[in-house]
């Protein structure tokens, strides 16, 4: 069976309140009901709860960038799983190379906050990619081995039918330079068969993987054309509707 398309919009720490109700406006008319593919957005912590309500109505789902493993309690700043599925979360974005290289997110933290948020029954999209240096020395089997296979290691057959795995290659997040579509595909493949040698071949085939780093309007179709790339996770070309809606419909919606 073929997978669904799913796009994911990760607004980062962008827009005002205004800006993203009055996005998440546009994208609940541009989509409607339609579910050719599965399509998200991810705002701030502050704005889900707004941003929830503008989609009221709409199959757009809502997601948070990140969210703690902790339960609740005395940790100052954290946001728990509990609070972000009762602001209207059905998705988390975790592991996001921003997380790791900027705030010095560890393997272990993505594996504790993985394992929590699969329990509390969210889809994770489990972000993991290679640098720049670590793509010219070869060692995309060890950022696997640490990024992916670190994260879900324990996780039941259950739970890996709520796992979406981004690959972004840190090199292309943001800079412009979008992998080609042959680069997206033979990452995307070489994770499914080693997620298909670990995990058995129902599990891999079932799997959702998604290519982020400089998708745009004009990329995505060709991205999403590969037999292993199953949509995207967008940052900059998901904070303008029409551009949003544009990759949106090159996943088939
Ligand atoms: P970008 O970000 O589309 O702006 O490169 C993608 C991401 O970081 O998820």
């Keep these: 069976m073929a997978r669904k398309k799913f796009v994911a919009g990760n607004w980062k720490m962008n827009t005002t309140l205004a800006e993203a109700k009055a996005l998440a406006t546009a994208l609940a008319q541009g989509v409607g009901t339609s ?3 599965d399509v998200a957005v991810c705002p701030p912590y502050p704005w889900l709860v707004p941003v929830h309500e503008a989609l009221k109505g709409s199959s757009v789902g809502l997601g948070a960038q ?10 100052t700043g954290e946001v728990s799983t509990a609070m972000i599925k009762e602001a209207g979360c059905k998705y988390v ?3 996001h190379s921003e997380r790791r290289h900027i705030l010095g997110e560890s393997d272990v933290e993505v594996h504790l906050k993985l394992h929590t948020a699969v329990e509390a029954g969210l889809y994770v999209i489990l972000c993991m990619g290679e640098t720049l240096v670590e793509r010219e020395k070869g060692l995309a089997e ?7 296979y670190s994260a879900v290691a324990g996780i039941t057959d259950e739970q890996w039918s709520r796992i979406i795995i981004a690959y972004e290659p840190v090199w292309a997040i943001g800079t412009g330079k979008t992998a080609t579509p042959d680069q ?9 068969t080693k997620i298909r040698s670990l995990h058995g071949e129902k599990i891999a085939n079932a799997l959702p993987i998604l290519y982020g780093g400089s998708v745009t309007a004009d990329t995505a179709a ?3 054309s ?3 790339v199953d949509g995207g996770l967008v940052g900059g070309a998901s904070l303008k509707a029409d551009q949003f ?3 949106v419909k090159a996943a088939g919606n």
């Design 245 to 247: 809606l544009a990759i």
């Design 142 to 148: 060890r950022v696997f081995q640490r990024q992916v």
């Design 66 to 75: 990140d969210v703690s493993h902790e339960p609740k309690g005395a940790f």
């Design 184 to 192: 997206a595909q033979n990452a995307h493949y070489f994770i499914r």
């Design 222 to 224: 060709g991205l999403f």
């Design 35 to 37: 579910t050719a593919a």
């Design 93 to 95: 974005v975790l592991g």
């Design 226 to 228: 590969q037999p292993d």
